[in-house]
């Protein structure tokens, strides 16, 4: 099989190497290929290439970092200066030692064709909102959200969304 790219490549080496023992189902697709022409061919390959199910992966776990991400900026915000006294006033960001809080959280790439890859893109939006409680220089606190990630690639073959939600409980 021919290919045209390092991706395409390590693909069609290893559907040579099935060739002479390939039976049923893998021997009609090998043939398939045999009879197929360069752009039918390409685009097979792209079908078969493992980086959709990569991108979905990373995808979900950078949507786990954002989220992440968000509360800890969260928590560092309400903790600022946790000692009220007449010559640091309070600078948490609600009044009276208690409160809630909602935080929006945004992300997203673009992908060009090199190296043997497709074009993807993904982007992730979420949304996550707690209620915190303080008392002197202790903080009690706890959040709720969730994340939508969407994975696309650019020659419309594959596509993919991965929504997450996490809780916590958190204090210092």
């Not at 928590?75 to 929006?104: I, N, Y």
Request: proline fraction near 2%; charge should be negative.
């Amino acid at each position: 099989l021919a290919a045209g790219d390092p991706v395409c490549d390590a693909l069609a080496s290893y559907m040579d190497a099935c060739r002479a023992s390939a039976t049923g189902d893998m021997a009609q697709m090998l043939g398939a290929f045999q009879l197929a022409t360069d752009e039918q061919v390409d685009e097979a390959f792209q079908t078969l290439s493992p980086d959709t199910y990569d991108n979905l992966t990373r995808g979900s776990l950078q949507g786990v970092q954002v989220f992440q991400d968000a509360l800890a900026l969260r928590m560092d915000a309400a903790r600022c200066h946790p000692f009220v006294t007449k010559d640091a006033p309070e600078t948490m960001a609600f009044l009276g030692g208690q409160g809630w809080w909602l935080s929006g959280v945004h992300h997203g790439a673009d992908q060009d064709a090199s190296g043997g890859f497709l074009a993807h893109n993904f982007t992730i939006s979420g949304v996550l909102g707690g209620y915190e409680r303080s008392n002197g220089s202790s903080i009690v606190g706890g959040s709720f959200g969730g994340t939508r990630t969407d994975v696309d690639r650019d020659n419309e073959m594959a596509r993919g969304q991965v929504n997450g939600w996490a809780a916590s409980v958190y204090g210092g």
